[in-house]
Protein backbone atom coordinates (compact mmCIF):
# COMPACT_ATOMS: atom_id res chain seq x y z
CA UNK A 1 0.00 0.00 0.00
CA UNK A 2 1.53 3.32 -1.38
CA UNK A 3 1.72 6.37 1.43
CA UNK A 4 1.24 9.87 0.37
CA UNK A 5 4.05 12.06 2.44
CA UNK A 6 3.30 15.18 2.52
CA UNK A 7 6.16 17.78 2.90
CA UNK A 8 5.43 21.70 3.50
CA UNK A 9 8.65 23.31 2.17
CA UNK A 10 9.91 27.31 3.01
CA UNK A 11 13.33 28.60 2.75
CA UNK A 12 15.18 25.35 4.14
CA UNK A 13 17.89 25.14 1.69
CA UNK A 14 20.12 24.22 4.57
CA UNK A 15 17.92 21.27 5.81
CA UNK A 16 15.35 20.06 2.77
CA UNK A 17 18.52 17.47 1.25
CA UNK A 18 18.66 15.63 4.27
CA UNK A 19 15.08 15.58 5.11
CA UNK A 20 14.26 14.09 0.96
CA UNK A 21 17.14 11.47 1.47
CA UNK A 22 15.63 10.22 4.78
CA UNK A 23 12.46 9.71 2.78
CA UNK A 24 13.81 8.38 0.10
CA UNK A 25 16.19 6.16 1.69
CA UNK A 26 13.12 4.36 4.19
CA UNK A 27 13.13 1.10 4.40
CA UNK A 28 9.09 1.07 3.05
CA UNK A 29 9.68 2.20 -0.60
CA UNK A 30 6.22 2.56 -2.00
CA UNK A 31 5.85 6.39 -1.20
CA UNK A 32 4.47 8.96 -3.25
CA UNK A 33 6.23 11.96 -1.86
CA UNK A 34 4.47 15.54 -2.25
CA UNK A 35 7.24 18.25 -2.16
CA UNK A 36 5.07 21.70 -1.65
CA UNK A 37 7.18 24.54 -2.42
CA UNK A 38 5.20 27.21 -0.19
CA UNK A 39 6.86 30.26 -2.28
CA UNK A 40 10.66 30.18 -1.24
CA UNK A 41 12.77 32.88 -2.14
CA UNK A 42 15.99 30.60 -1.80
CA UNK A 43 17.23 27.49 -3.41
CA UNK A 44 14.43 24.77 -1.55
CA UNK A 45 12.23 24.28 -4.53
CA UNK A 46 15.04 24.29 -7.00
CA UNK A 47 16.21 21.18 -4.85
CA UNK A 48 13.36 19.98 -4.92
CA UNK A 49 12.96 19.65 -8.89
CA UNK A 50 16.39 18.13 -9.07
CA UNK A 51 15.22 15.77 -6.70
CA UNK A 52 12.17 15.25 -8.34
CA UNK A 53 14.12 14.47 -12.04
CA UNK A 54 16.15 11.87 -9.85
CA UNK A 55 13.09 10.00 -8.45
CA UNK A 56 9.92 9.10 -10.20
CA UNK A 57 7.96 8.91 -6.30
CA UNK A 58 8.80 12.31 -6.03
CA UNK A 59 5.78 14.89 -7.14
CA UNK A 60 6.90 19.04 -6.74
CA UNK A 61 4.46 21.83 -6.45
CA UNK A 62 5.63 25.16 -6.19
CA UNK A 63 2.82 28.02 -5.17
CA UNK A 64 2.33 31.59 -3.72
CA UNK A 65 3.41 32.01 -0.09
CA UNK A 66 0.46 30.90 2.20
CA UNK A 67 2.04 29.15 4.93
CA UNK A 68 2.10 26.38 6.89
CA UNK A 69 -1.45 25.20 6.52
CA UNK A 70 -1.82 25.92 3.27
CA UNK A 71 0.83 23.83 2.22
CA UNK A 72 -0.98 21.32 4.09
CA UNK A 73 -4.15 21.68 2.74
CA UNK A 74 -2.56 21.95 -1.22
CA UNK A 75 -0.84 18.58 -0.75
CA UNK A 76 -3.83 16.60 0.93
CA UNK A 77 -5.88 17.75 -1.85
CA UNK A 78 -3.00 15.96 -4.30
CA UNK A 79 -3.04 12.93 -2.20
CA UNK A 80 -4.34 9.60 -3.98
CA UNK A 81 -3.33 7.15 -1.41
CA UNK A 82 -5.28 5.96 1.74
CA UNK A 83 -2.47 6.62 3.93
CA UNK A 84 -0.79 10.02 4.96
CA UNK A 85 2.39 11.32 6.82
CA UNK A 86 3.26 14.84 7.46
CA UNK A 87 6.95 15.56 7.71
CA UNK A 88 8.38 19.07 7.72
CA UNK A 89 10.91 20.30 5.46
CA UNK A 90 13.70 21.46 8.07
CA UNK A 91 12.95 17.86 10.10
CA UNK A 92 14.12 13.95 9.18
CA UNK A 93 13.34 10.17 9.99
CA UNK A 94 14.80 7.43 11.05
CA UNK A 95 15.15 4.51 8.05
CA UNK A 96 12.25 2.14 9.83
CA UNK A 97 10.18 5.28 10.40
CA UNK A 98 7.65 4.60 7.95
CA UNK A 99 8.32 0.59 7.80
CA UNK A 100 7.64 0.35 11.11
CA UNK A 101 4.41 2.43 11.71
CA UNK A 102 2.83 0.60 9.13
CA UNK A 103 3.75 -2.85 10.46
CA UNK A 104 2.01 -1.28 13.82
CA UNK A 105 -1.02 -0.01 11.61
CA UNK A 106 -1.42 -3.25 10.26
CA UNK A 107 -0.85 -5.42 13.34
CA UNK A 108 -3.34 -3.02 15.44
CA UNK A 109 -5.71 -2.12 13.18
CA UNK A 110 -4.77 1.49 14.22
CA UNK A 111 -5.84 4.05 12.63
CA UNK A 112 -3.06 6.88 13.22
CA UNK A 113 -0.06 5.48 14.33
CA UNK A 114 2.30 8.03 16.83
CA UNK A 115 5.86 8.14 17.16
CA UNK A 116 8.30 9.62 19.64
CA UNK A 117 9.99 13.00 18.73
CA UNK A 118 13.77 13.94 19.17
CA UNK A 119 14.64 17.04 19.04
CA UNK A 120 18.10 17.75 18.51
CA UNK A 121 20.40 20.66 17.25
CA UNK A 122 21.49 21.17 14.05
CA UNK A 123 24.74 19.98 14.46
CA UNK A 124 23.89 16.80 15.86
CA UNK A 125 24.66 14.09 14.29
CA UNK A 126 22.54 10.73 14.84
CA UNK A 127 23.37 7.02 14.99
CA UNK A 128 20.33 4.95 13.63
CA UNK A 129 19.75 2.03 16.04
CA UNK A 130 17.32 -0.59 13.64
CA UNK A 131 18.04 -2.62 16.68
CA UNK A 132 16.24 -0.88 19.33
CA UNK A 133 13.38 0.26 17.14
CA UNK A 134 12.40 -3.51 16.42
CA UNK A 135 12.24 -3.39 19.62
CA UNK A 136 10.11 -0.65 20.75
CA UNK A 137 7.04 -1.49 22.71
CA UNK A 138 3.34 -0.24 21.16
CA UNK A 139 1.10 1.03 23.65
CA UNK A 140 -2.64 0.81 21.71
CA UNK A 141 -5.40 3.24 22.86
CA UNK A 142 -8.95 2.64 22.34
CA UNK A 143 -11.91 5.16 21.19
CA UNK A 144 -12.97 6.18 25.19
CA UNK A 145 -9.45 7.27 26.00
CA UNK A 146 -7.95 8.56 23.25
CA UNK A 147 -8.64 12.12 23.16
CA UNK A 148 -7.77 12.09 26.70
CA UNK A 149 -4.31 11.66 25.18
CA UNK A 150 -4.37 15.25 24.91
CA UNK A 151 -3.94 15.61 28.35
CA UNK A 152 -1.44 12.15 29.34
CA UNK A 153 -0.16 12.96 26.21
CA UNK A 154 -0.31 16.80 25.26
CA UNK A 155 2.70 17.39 22.89
CA UNK A 156 3.20 14.18 21.39
CA UNK A 157 -0.57 13.65 20.15
CA UNK A 158 -0.81 17.15 18.98
CA UNK A 159 2.11 17.36 16.79
CA UNK A 160 1.32 16.39 13.10
CA UNK A 161 4.73 15.32 12.27
CA UNK A 162 5.29 12.32 13.99
CA UNK A 163 2.35 9.96 12.91
CA UNK A 164 0.59 7.80 10.01
CA UNK A 165 -2.80 8.66 9.49
CA UNK A 166 -5.45 7.09 7.36
CA UNK A 167 -6.73 9.42 5.05
CA UNK A 168 -10.16 8.55 6.55
CA UNK A 169 -9.45 10.12 9.30
CA UNK A 170 -8.55 13.49 8.02
CA UNK A 171 -10.96 13.74 5.16
CA UNK A 172 -13.52 16.92 5.47
CA UNK A 173 -10.83 18.49 7.63
CA UNK A 174 -8.58 21.33 6.72
CA UNK A 175 -5.86 22.81 8.56
CA UNK A 176 -6.73 27.06 9.27
CA UNK A 177 -4.81 29.06 6.94
CA UNK A 178 -3.45 32.04 8.61
CA UNK A 179 -2.85 31.05 12.16
CA UNK A 180 -0.09 29.96 14.38
CA UNK A 181 -0.83 26.58 16.61
CA UNK A 182 -2.65 24.86 13.08
CA UNK A 183 -2.19 21.32 14.87
CA UNK A 184 -4.26 22.51 18.13
CA UNK A 185 -7.13 23.76 15.63
CA UNK A 186 -7.46 20.32 14.31
CA UNK A 187 -6.28 17.29 16.35
CA UNK A 188 -9.14 16.87 18.58
CA UNK A 189 -11.27 16.47 15.43
CA UNK A 190 -8.58 13.79 14.02
CA UNK A 191 -9.02 12.08 17.14
CA UNK A 192 -12.76 12.17 17.95
CA UNK A 193 -13.21 9.96 14.35
CA UNK A 194 -10.52 7.60 15.43
CA UNK A 195 -11.04 4.33 16.67
CA UNK A 196 -8.15 3.10 17.93
CA UNK A 197 -4.54 4.28 18.40
CA UNK A 198 -0.97 3.33 18.93
CA UNK A 199 1.98 4.61 20.08
CA UNK A 200 5.34 3.65 19.57
CA UNK A 201 7.46 4.00 22.52
CA UNK A 202 10.95 4.95 20.32
CA UNK A 203 12.07 8.57 19.13
CA UNK A 204 11.94 7.89 14.94
CA UNK A 205 11.04 11.64 14.43
CA UNK A 206 13.73 13.98 14.53
CA UNK A 207 13.04 17.61 15.17
CA UNK A 208 15.63 19.86 14.02
CA UNK A 209 16.03 23.16 16.57
CA UNK A 210 16.71 25.92 14.04
CA UNK A 211 19.34 28.71 15.71
CA UNK A 212 17.17 30.92 13.67
CA UNK A 213 13.86 29.64 14.38
CA UNK A 214 14.34 29.27 18.21
CA UNK A 215 11.19 31.45 20.01
CA UNK A 216 12.83 33.17 23.03
CA UNK A 217 9.26 35.17 23.86
CA UNK A 218 6.33 34.20 22.00
CA UNK A 219 4.47 36.71 20.63
CA UNK A 220 1.08 38.21 21.60
CA UNK A 221 -0.80 36.70 17.92
CA UNK A 222 0.58 33.62 18.57
CA UNK A 223 -0.34 33.09 21.90
CA UNK A 224 -4.19 34.01 21.00
CA UNK A 225 -4.69 31.61 18.13
CA UNK A 226 -3.32 28.86 20.79
CA UNK A 227 -6.32 29.57 23.05
CA UNK A 228 -8.53 30.34 20.01
CA UNK A 229 -7.72 26.58 18.93
CA UNK A 230 -8.26 25.50 23.03
CA UNK A 231 -11.05 27.30 23.18
CA UNK A 232 -12.33 25.62 19.52
CA UNK A 233 -11.63 22.33 21.26
CA UNK A 234 -14.21 22.86 24.26
CA UNK A 235 -16.59 23.50 22.11
CA UNK A 236 -16.09 21.21 19.82
CA UNK A 237 -16.43 18.34 22.75
CA UNK A 238 -19.82 20.41 23.96
CA UNK A 239 -20.96 19.96 20.41
CA UNK A 240 -20.36 16.63 20.52
CA UNK A 241 -21.35 15.65 23.90
CA UNK A 242 -18.18 14.59 24.99
CA UNK A 243 -19.23 15.22 28.94
CA UNK A 244 -16.15 13.69 30.10
CA UNK A 245 -13.47 14.94 28.47
CA UNK A 246 -14.61 18.78 29.32
CA UNK A 247 -13.40 18.86 32.23
CA UNK A 248 -9.55 18.24 31.20
CA UNK A 249 -10.26 20.59 28.28
CA UNK A 250 -11.41 23.52 30.18
CA UNK A 251 -8.64 22.95 33.11
CA UNK A 252 -5.95 22.80 30.02
CA UNK A 253 -6.99 26.62 28.65
CA UNK A 254 -7.06 28.00 31.84
CA UNK A 255 -3.44 26.93 32.59
CA UNK A 256 -2.40 27.46 29.45
CA UNK A 257 -3.39 31.23 30.05
CA UNK A 258 -2.14 31.45 33.39
CA UNK A 259 1.38 29.99 32.16
CA UNK A 260 1.36 33.14 29.46
CA UNK A 261 0.38 35.54 31.64
CA UNK A 262 2.94 34.88 34.03
CA UNK A 263 6.02 34.85 31.65
CA UNK A 264 4.62 38.07 30.32
CA UNK A 265 4.86 39.51 33.71
CA UNK A 266 8.17 38.28 34.01
CA UNK A 267 8.93 39.92 30.69
CA UNK A 268 6.82 43.31 32.06
CA UNK A 269 5.11 42.84 28.74
CA UNK A 270 2.00 45.37 30.34
CA UNK A 271 0.36 45.17 27.04
CA UNK A 272 0.44 40.97 26.81
CA UNK A 273 -0.79 41.07 30.68
CA UNK A 274 -3.55 43.43 29.68
CA UNK A 275 -4.58 41.49 26.94
CA UNK A 276 -4.33 37.72 28.86
CA UNK A 277 -5.88 39.20 32.03
CA UNK A 278 -9.15 40.06 29.78
CA UNK A 279 -9.35 36.60 28.07
CA UNK A 280 -8.93 34.97 31.03
CA UNK A 281 -11.89 36.59 32.77
CA UNK A 282 -14.10 36.13 29.71
CA UNK A 283 -13.45 32.85 29.49
CA UNK A 284 -13.77 31.95 33.10
CA UNK A 285 -17.41 33.42 33.30
CA UNK A 286 -18.03 30.72 30.04
CA UNK A 287 -16.69 28.00 31.52
CA UNK A 288 -15.40 27.91 35.10
CA UNK A 289 -18.28 25.46 36.39
CA UNK A 290 -16.74 22.51 33.64
CA UNK A 291 -13.24 22.89 35.48
CA UNK A 292 -12.44 20.19 37.76
CA UNK A 293 -9.58 20.68 40.78
CA UNK A 294 -8.35 23.60 39.66
CA UNK A 295 -5.86 25.50 42.94
CA UNK A 296 -7.39 28.89 44.16
CA UNK A 297 -4.54 30.91 42.57
CA UNK A 298 -7.11 30.14 39.53
CA UNK A 299 -10.24 32.09 40.70
CA UNK A 300 -7.88 35.04 41.97
CA UNK A 301 -6.59 35.64 38.54
CA UNK A 302 -10.04 35.58 37.20
CA UNK A 303 -11.82 37.64 40.06
CA UNK A 304 -8.63 39.76 41.52
CA UNK A 305 -6.04 39.86 38.75
CA UNK A 306 -4.06 42.84 40.22
CA UNK A 307 -3.94 40.78 43.62
CA UNK A 308 -2.82 37.73 41.22
CA UNK A 309 -0.12 40.19 39.91
CA UNK A 310 1.33 41.16 43.22
CA UNK A 311 1.56 37.45 44.36
CA UNK A 312 3.56 36.42 41.36
CA UNK A 313 6.23 39.53 42.03
CA UNK A 314 6.19 38.48 45.61
CA UNK A 315 6.95 34.70 44.70
CA UNK A 316 9.39 35.65 42.40
CA UNK A 317 11.19 38.04 45.20
CA UNK A 318 11.05 34.98 47.55
CA UNK A 319 12.44 32.57 45.27
CA UNK A 320 15.30 34.92 44.52
CA UNK A 321 15.93 35.65 48.36
CA UNK A 322 15.80 31.56 48.72
CA UNK A 323 18.16 31.35 46.24
CA UNK A 324 20.61 33.80 48.00
CA UNK A 325 20.16 32.19 51.33
CA UNK A 326 21.26 28.40 49.39
CA UNK A 327 24.37 30.28 47.97
CA UNK A 328 25.49 31.71 51.10
CA UNK A 329 25.36 29.15 53.26
CA UNK A 330 26.91 26.63 50.80
CA UNK A 331 30.11 29.53 50.74
CA UNK A 332 30.19 28.67 55.58
Known amino acids: MTIDVIVPVYNVEKYIDKCIRSILEQEYSELHVILIDDG ?9 DEYAKKDKRIEVVHKKNGGLSDARNTGLKL ?14 IHPSYLKKMMSVMENYNADVVVTGVEKISEEHIVAFDKETCSRADV ?13 E ?3 LTVIQCNKLFKKEILNGIEFPVGRKHEDTFVIHEQLYKCNRIAYIEESLYYYVQRSDSIMHSEGIESILDAIDALVARIEFLKEHSCNSDL ?13 KYEEAVDEKDTYKEKVLSKKYSNYYKNYCELTLGLSNDYVAFALIPSFFWCWIKVERIMKRIYANL ?7
Open 153 to 155: RDE
Open 79 to 92: SRNELIAFIDGDDF
Open 139 to 151: VVIEKKDILKQLV
Open 247 to 259: QWASNMLFKYIMW
Open 40 to 48: STDASGKIC
Open 326 to 332: ISIMKKW
